[in-house]
């Protein structure tokens, strides 16, 4: 059997030969565990005549990823050798692959098609042996499987269907896209990047360096008109977003609704569905920038809009097809007056802005007034129990996960944007919460930092704590990069430029909370990674504040900085009514404001990091594990996937076995009943539907003091029913959410993966076995430990990993302006006491809901019992069935 190599050569297969290869490929992974002969005679098993070296090396990598379930090491195996057979292929000189993008000829018409925009190709090749000596191509070996296959499939640009980037390439693209000819910031930003401290939203990875650089994600459109011309405008505007890769959130509130005459034509509207088929077709078509992902919107509706029960099915599975949208996403703009008309089991009155104009220009006690205004003066469509169409809304989010909700009243009080007008809507992912308005397309633009990245070991591995400083400084790096996106941006709409050029928001993300807790052994629900939470997203507001007011006094602050909170020294977590711990120093950073102001109006908005989550090989933005073993599909196929902190943890006391394999998939993923585990292993491998939903609320809640925007805030509910959810929105709005729920998540009765299983092998797993105690690093708390214990320690530890570059010297030796206390525990407020001083609004009061008898059969199915139980019972109702 023959193999034809790259040169077009044959030779025999041999078994050594790729035994060899894959051995020299094993360095640093656990010998114990990884074995190259057992590994080559899977490979040998697929080989067939004629098979190619770059398929034989595939089929090798595809291997390893099938054998991560037996060991994590497995998966940074399976990435060597896909990473290793794209080096193979790929120009290594970063300079030579941006001429070759930038000289490309389209090969079916012969008409000059380049790839790299014109500056970005000439500031490479003016600065080409600096660019090219500062790229470490091994830090594409840091990568794993997963992660280099979904940036291989959508983010490493090709050439005539071939990829001729290398992770390295890309990660340089950027960063010379972000910053141009500013050489120290290229290398900076490229560095940090590389060694997956953070990288950039999707948009500017695909986009930045190119002829037409969008690299922007998140696009707030307004309903330019209720007329022919405003909405195909409006149409129009959302088709060239969602062209250069760009989400959408879109408000119609001021669409007249079914039934509304209409005078040019003396007929009479058809209402927002038919308008919103064509959206749908329109974000079909325009995907997001040319097939490398689909085009999304969201539709945002206030409830008091008299098509809102139509509006709230458009994703239903079943109905007739002419009321459905299902490529839309519906969103709920939520007044806090509908939230106490269905507590009060009061009346709603529905409207036609047509008729009832103004109702989403205001927003608190005004528009309390304007409403009952208008009921007084009978401008109302029809009047129903508030409960009837909270009803539909519980069930259209069972069936379908939406609508969302975000709450209007929250997202204006709590903005520092609220003098520039009424928010309407946020954006299609719930985090972005921007002022926009016919004139103004809100746009935001995104990074996540990667937490785990800051988790300290100390020289001798017992103990271990989180790196505040070291976040903090990576933080404003993050900020100064996504100010420069905004001046280096191309923008599909001259309204988009105009509201970004004013107002200049940045959002600033998280990914990888949950491995952070498990790194550091916190269960994601114990108090100390609660404290943790907090102090995360204090240290993230704190270094963006700080690096934005460095800016104005830079470069000026945003245009319309005067008259926000922030000019009168109000900041996120004044509004909340909260004060920060002893982190930080607030107050100096407070004046620092006032006087020179901001270069941003906005700083952070968490997002989910579906993609870039899986690129850098984390869990999700701040969200805990879903499961402890899922699957992972390429191109190539489905992968199983174990949680690999649980897996080595299982390894390493010997207790992981196929028995123990086939309980968590016959578990849904769960080791709640391996009960031979220790059960502290078991708590800190709760997946999100073993964690209470308050306790995510709560931490939710804990955070949003230090943002700015919104975040992506899923809810995660086993089996859904109108007590359960009617409870966790009641305590989210009570709370002061803005954005009381992103997508319902439920959970399958069964997954397909749990046909493969043998029941018999999965009822062996709990059998008595010996197993080894695990030795790991004990978290030591920021208040245990003084700031120059954690600041020596991380140098020691960038030493050890010689991963020290010059232009990140640069960056270490810039003095904050305000830095952490250096005081030592004994002179200050432990976190205990900063966390419970942060006080919350006081739980849901008691109300008794007044049984009333209702002739409407659909409003009698459900009992007014039942909402009186959630409301009145926020924590049992949580359990009980409705």
Known sequence: ??????????????????????????????????????????????????????????????????????????????????????????????????????????????????????????????????????????????????????????????????????????????????????????????????????????????????????????????????????????????????????????????????????????????GIIPMARVFNNTARYVDQGG???????????????????????????????????????????????????????????????????????????????????????????????????????????????????????????????????????SNLCCEIVEYSNPEETAVCNLASVALPAFVTVSEDGKTQWYDFKKLHKIAKVMTRNLNRVIDRNFYPVETARKSNMRHRPIALGVQGLADTFQMLRLPFDSERAKELNVLIFETLYHAALEASNEMAQEEGCYETFEGSPASNGILQFDMWDRKPTDLWEWNSLKENIKTHGLRNSLLLAPMPTASTSQILGYNECFEPFTSNMYTRRTLSGEFQVVNPYLLRDLVDMGAWNEAVKSHIIANNGSIQQLTHLPQELRDLYKTVWEISQKGIIDMAADRSAFIDQSHSLNIHIRAPTMGKLTSMHFYGWSKG????????????????????????????????????????????????????????????????????TSTESAVNSKKRASSPSDSTVSNAVTLTESISSLTMKEEIETTVLEKKTETNEEFDIFNSKVIACAINNPEACEMCSG
């Open 291 to 425: 097939n490398k992902r689909p085009g999304a919107f969201a539709l945002y509706l206030e409830p008091w809009h008299s098509d809102i029960f139509d509006f709230i099915d458009i994703r239903k599975n079943h109905g007739k097809e002419e009321i459905r949208a299902r490529d839309l996403f519906p969103a709920l703009w939520v007044p806090d007056l509908f939230m106490k008309r269905v507590k009060a089991n009061g009346d709603w009155t529905l409207f036609s802005p047509s008729e009832a104009p103004g109702l989403s220009d205001v927003y608190g006690d005004e528009f309390e007034a304007l409403y009952e205004k208008y009921v007084a003066e009978g401008r109302g469509r029809k009047t129903i129990k508030a409960q009837k169409l909270w009803y539909a809304i519980l069930e259209a989010q069972t069936e379908t996960g939406t609508p969302f909700v975000v709450y209007k009243d929250a997202c204006n009080k709590k903005s520092n944007q609220k003098n520039l007008g009424v928010i309407k809507s």
């Open 1 to 270: 059997m023959y193999v034809c190599k790259r040169d077009g050569r044959k030779e025999p297969v041999q078994f050594d030969k790729i035994t060899s290869r894959i051995a020299r490929l094993c360095y640093g992974l656990d010998p114990k565990h990884i074995d190259p002969v057992k590994i080559t005679q899977r490979i040998i098993s697929g080989v067939y005549e004629g098979v190619t070296t770059i398929e034989l090396d595939n089929l090798a990598a595809e291997t390893c990823a099938y054998m991560t379930t037996i060991h994590p090491d497995y998966a940074v195996l399976a990435a060597r050798i896909a990473i290793s057979n794209l080096h193979k292929q790929t120009t290594k000189q970063f300079s030579k692959v941006v001429s070759d993008l930038y000289h490309y000829i389209n090969p079916k018409n012969d008409i000059p098609s380049p790839m790299i925009s014109e500056e970005v190709y000439n500031i490479v090749q003016k600065h080409e042996n600096e660019l090219n000596s500062a790229i470490v191509y091994d830090r594409d070996f840091s990568f794993n499987y997963f992660g280099f296959k979904t940036l291989e499939r959508s983010y490493l640009l090709k050439l005539n269907g071939k990829v001729v980037e290398r992770p390295q390439h890309l990660l340089m693209r950027v960063s010379v896209g972000i910053h141009g000819d500013n050489i120290p910031k290229v290398l900076e930003t490229y560095n940090l990047m590389s060694q997956r401290y953070f990288i950039h939203a999707s948009p500017t990875l695909f986009n930045a360096g190119t002829p037409r650089p969008q690299m922007s994600s998140c696009f707030l459109v307004a309903m330019k008109d209720d007329s022919i011309e405003g909405i195909y405008d409006t149409l129009k505007e959302c088709a060239l977003i969602s062209k250069s890769a760009g989400g959408i959130g879109l408000h119609i509130h001021n669409i007249r609704s079914t039934g509304s005459y209409i005078a040019g034509t003396n007929g009479t509207s058809n």
């Open 737 to 804: 959410l803005k954005t009381g729920m992103y997508y319902l998540r439920t959970q399958a009765a069964s997954a397909a993966i749990q046909f493969t299983i043998d029941q018999k092998v999965a009822e062996q797993a709990n059998k008595a076995v010996s197993f080894e105690k695990l030795s790991r690093p004990q978290y030591i708390p920021y208040e245990n430990i003084s700031n120059d214990g954690v600041e020596s320690e991380k140098e020691t530890r960038a030493k050890e990993d010689n991963v020290t």
